[in-house]
């Protein structure tokens, strides 16, 4: 999905116009304007690490910050007068880890939870709102609101046409034999894939992702849930727990891939259904490519624009991302046509973001600095 979401680009430009190093609305050369021409089959992937549009990236820091790939620098995301960003009250600051930039509006969750003494007892509660500040304004107003769950959006959610797809927790509330109650943030309990239109404001819970794991005990305290991206117009979603407890020092010693189970489902936003998926977790995926280990076997295998191929020696883990017919792990990279391996240079340890105007776009392992490569450039690495 190249268009809707980017729609706003002069727009992100007018709202950081006021923090400092962002470039005049009137300088934005005419072409970085996007029509608003997306169908509902197209498919945005956003994350906490990967919150990646056409022209720039939301950095996931405290204050957040945008990178315009155009000029490689970053303006704090903030356009309110004589704002500091130091105070929690700075827009950089509200929107919160994973803001999501649509149409004229930056939209973000406002999530509460905990426990009310009621007549009754004490009663655990959630409170969630799905709030947005407009990008000629710099108002803020409320979307929707829900409290049968809390947003796992900083591990992934999903844009299609109007619609925003998300991973939510229950928070696992459990209580004692003396009434009081913990709840366990996003790990155990039950995990939903929902919706909300941004257009509308309309929310909607699908229900439960997976069950299976309750018959586990050790589930309780470690299954999970996280949407990981779109490939063939499905949502896949990875589902993850534990069905045993295992010591610290087993788990100093194996892969979490040995004693975690981990599901891959899908969901089909047309039908409104999840299956389990027939291919196994991926590391990467877009529209027509999609990453997975062999584990443990020690290769990996990539499917590309129809084709597939196995790259020997390489386990992708979480890591590797294709772009370009290249496979990119954090100390090199490999053409997936011929298996064969090349040097980052002096980027290794460095992470390919994306692909900007014919260059690749690379973050520091630290995720403090960014640098553009041409493919000249990758090539003499």
Not at 275 to 304: C, F, G, Q
Not at 338 to 365: A, F, M, P, Q, R
């Amino acid at each position: 999905m190249k268009k809707r979401i980017l729609a706003v680009t002069v727009s992100v430009f007018v709202l950081l116009a006021g923090c400092g190093k962002a470039a005049d609305s009137a300088d934005i050369p005419e072409q970085n304007i996007q029509k608003d021409n997306t169908s509902a089959d197209d498919f945005k992937y956003i994350s906490y690490l990967y919150n990646l549009y056409e022209t720039g990236f939301i950095t996931g820091t405290e204050t957040q910050m945008y990178l315009d790939f155009e000029s490689m620098e970053k303006t704090v995301l903030c356009a309110k007068p004589n704002c500091t960003h130091q105070s929690i009250e700075c827009t950089a600051r509200i929107i919160g880890e994973t803001p999501i930039i649509f149409n004229d509006y930056i939209y973000f969750f406002d999530k509460k939870s905990g426990v009310n003494e009621t007549a009754d007892g004490r009663e655990f509660y959630i409170d969630t709102k799905l709030k947005r500040i407009s990008l000629t304004t710099s108002e803020i107003e409320e979307v929707t609101k829900f409290t049968d769950c809390s947003p796992n959006e900083s591990s992934g959610c999903i844009i299609s046409g109007n619609m925003l797809y998300f991973s939510a927790d229950d928070l696992n509330p459990v209580a004692d034999d003396y009434g009081n109650i913990c709840a366990s943030s996003s790990v155990g309990g039950k995990h939903f894939i929902c919706s909300i239109n941004l257009e509308t404001g309309e929310y909607t819970n699908y229900g439960s992702i997976y069950d299976g794991d309750k018959q586990f005990k050790e589930a309780v305290n470690s299954s999970t849930a996280k949407i990981i991206g779109c490939y063939n117009s499905k949502i896949y979603i990875e589902y993850s727990f534990m069905k045993e407890t295992i010591s610290n020092e087993e788990m100093e010693t194996k892969d979490p891939r040995e004693y975690f189970t981990i599901l891959n489902f899908e969901f089909d936003t047309a039908a409104q259904t999840v299956s389990e998926s027939k291919l196994p977790p991926p590391s990467h995926m877009d529209s027509d490519t999609y990453v997975y280990s062999n584990y443990p076997e020690n290769s990996s295998t990539v499917i590309d624009k129809g084709e597939t191929y196995t790259i020997d020696g390489v386990d992708v883990g979480l890591f590797g991302r294709v772009f370009n017919g290249k496979l990119f792990m954090y100390d090199g990279w490999y053409d997936i046509t011929d298996s064969s391996e090349h040097s980052l240079g002096k980027y290794e340890n460095w992470e390919v973001l994306t692909v900007y105007d014919d260059c690749y776009v690379l973050i520091s392992e630290n995720r403090n600095d960014f640098v553009k490569l041409t493919e000249e450039e990758l090539l003499a690495l």
